[in-house]
């Protein structure tokens, strides 16, 4: 490592290595750091992602691809069952990843860009210049550091510190909190194509479950559940109940849990000399809890604003806040629109939601191609009402 940059990336996660292959395309030199000793690890999330959403960042590498998917189905409370699939039943629709592949290859990208990339490397504070982030102090390998740079993307997840010491609140209310576990789960009978949610008060509260076929007989099953409406203390004792009853007989290769955010978009995520990207933004879609493509847009647009504030000689404040505006303007107007949706579905009843899925089967929910409820769930420029207008 030198002892200056012209972009720090903190967290080698989707976002961070967009982020740093962007910035390093622009010709600047970038450090990006992981606090981790392995980039991908642990995986925290379903590891689904839409083809034609990854399609804008990244050709699809084949090694990536654990189950290419052209359906899914939904199931009500009361047991009651939808598809959604396309006509032709070969369309690719989506893919469930190797999230540990997939992240190393796109931390590979920064650094064939041009990006030096540190593992076991974790910053402890922030430089500070005149109330603007300078720098990062930090931590590699047992030996303390200080780097300078003009800019610092925080890109350090949910937990992130980055944006708290640089003066951002990033506080998350436990309103705001969806507590996932997920099993990767071995020795089951699914359909490699297809992607099952399952709603109810005693499946998940307030969100859903899911299985999220990794093979033939292999699959991410997991649920969300938000902190708020439940007694019980971990969302692991749900997922074994739902495990149980559903995949009796299955092993469990890999057991993981953590925290999804489900919030609107903060006011501010960024400031003089830094911007925040993917989770450490809360950039999380909530109605979906979907976060991958989400944080590689941020980690674009964070890599082209860092780019040109520093060719303008201009870090500051308000010329870091191009980088609200168009996250606000693209990511940001999706976010706001599923956060209002989320909540009025979370705090719909079993019986309430059995009717919800009941009137949209009899209105003919299941002949909406799923390419179509896909793209407009993902689509920023979608409102609510046009798309309840196309089922109903």
Known sequence: ???????????????????????????????????RQEIGEPVRCGEGVPRNALLKFTDIDPKWVCSKISGARLFSPDGNKFELREKNSDTELGYVLDRKIFDRDMARSAANA????????????????KG????????????CFEIAAPVVIGADGVES????WA??????KLKHAATCAQFHLTGIDIDPSCCDFYFGSSVAPGC?????PKGKDEANVGLGMLASMTDRSHPIQYLTEFVNARFPGSSILES?????PVQD????????????TGDAARLSDPLTGAGIISAMASGRISGNVAADAIRSGDVSASSLAAYDREIFDTIGRMISRNYKLAMVVSRMNDSSLNIFFGTLKSRGMEKVPLSFVSDTIFNPGMPLFKILSKIF
């Open 1 to 35: 490592m030198k002892d200056k940059y012209d972009v720090i990336v903190v967290g080698a996660g989707p976002s961070g290595s967009i982020a740093a292959r962007t910035a390093a395309e622009k010709g600047l030199e970038v450090l990006l750091i992981e606090k």
């Open 114 to 129: 041009g990006a030096e990339v540190m593992v076991k490397t974790q910053a402890t504070s922030l430089l500070m210049d």
């Open 132 to 143: 603007q982030v300078c720098g990062i102090r930090g931590i590699s390998r047992g030996e």
């Open 161 to 164: 510190k980055i944006g708290r």
């Open 167 to 172: 003066g951002i609140d990033t506080t998350l």
């Open 208 to 212: 859903y479950a899911w299985v999220f």
């Open 256 to 260: 993981v849990a953590g925290i999804v």
């Open 265 to 276: 978009t903060l006011p501010c995520i960024s400031t003089g000399g830094m911007m925040l």
